[in-house]
Nanobody
């Protein structure tokens, strides 16, 4: 069992930046990958970014590519999401997730989820 706790959300104006953190109760280096998802009011949860543990490779949704950066600090068992040039459409609850399996291509591959942190971007 692993617990994930997100923090760092808040309210910012468009064009601003925020850094989200996700603290894990277990070693992050033992995961296959970790990811960020978000859910806006009235919409389905959508994938934002994934970082593979062994290679360190990162993958991003087109909507955030070039603006968001995912990173990981294994010494602190923490995942980060640096968000820049924020837009009102980035407003959502942001969740981190961990996969200890062998795949991270689908949302269902992530077996562990945090409770979420709210991001509000005003125009």
């Amino acid at each position: 069992q692993v617990q994930l706790v997100e923090s760092g959300g808040g309210s910012v104006q468009a064009g601003g930046s925020l850094r989200l953190s996700c603290a894990a109760s277990r070693y992050t280096y033992s995961t296959h990958c970790m990811g960020w998802y978000r859910q806006a009011p009235g919409k389905e949860r959508e994938w934002v970014a994934t970082i593979k543990t062994r290679s360190g490779s990162t993958y991003y949704a087109d909507s955030v590519k070039g603006r968001f950066t995912a990173s990981r600090d294994d010494a602190k068992n923490t995942l980060y999401l640096q968000m820049s040039s924020l837009k009102p459409e980035d407003t959502a609850m942001y969740y981190c997730a961990a996969s200890y399996g062998t795949s991270c291509r689908r949302e269902s591959d992530f077996g562990y989820w945090g409770q979420g942190t709210q991001v509000i971007v005003s125009s």
